[in-house]
């Protein structure tokens, strides 16, 4: 079985900066994708950046320039840091791995629960 989890969410004013990380745990062999997508109150999921394992990444236009996305292959893990936040970037965090691969099986997606991020004053 393969768990993601996120860290790093919370309350940050119009203009700060947060780092969201992202843990896997399973006895994984590679990830193919890994990113993070969020969800506003009342809207739709929506990409916000991705990496693949041979460092293509992939940003909404909304957050480039803004975020960065990394990864540790090596640990199968992401990062996203984020600054000049905006309240419009106010949603819950939801880490994503794609294709991962595992000794006995490959799963196409998993899914972290997610982390709140609020941005206000």
């Known amino acids: 079985q393969v768990q993601l989890a996120e860290f790093g969410g919370g309350l940050v004013q119009p203009g700060g900066s947060l780092r969201l990380s992202c843990a896997s745990a399973?006895?994984?062999?590679?990830?193919?994708?890994m990113g993070w997508y969020r969800q506003a109150p009342g809207k739709e999921r929506e990409l916000v950046a991705t990496e693949t394992i041979d460092e293509m990444t992939t940003y909404a236009d909304s957050v480039k320039g803004r975020f960065t996305i990394s990864r540790d292959n090596g640990r199968n893990t992401v990062y996203l840091q984020m600054i000049s936040l905006k309240p419009e970037d106010t949603a819950v965090y939801f880490c994503y791995a794609g294709e991962v691969v595992t000794r006995i099986h490959t799963f196409l997606e998993v899914w972290g629960k997610g982390t709140p991020v609020t941005v206000s004053s």
């Open positions: 399973g006895s994984i062999d590679s990830i193919r994708v």
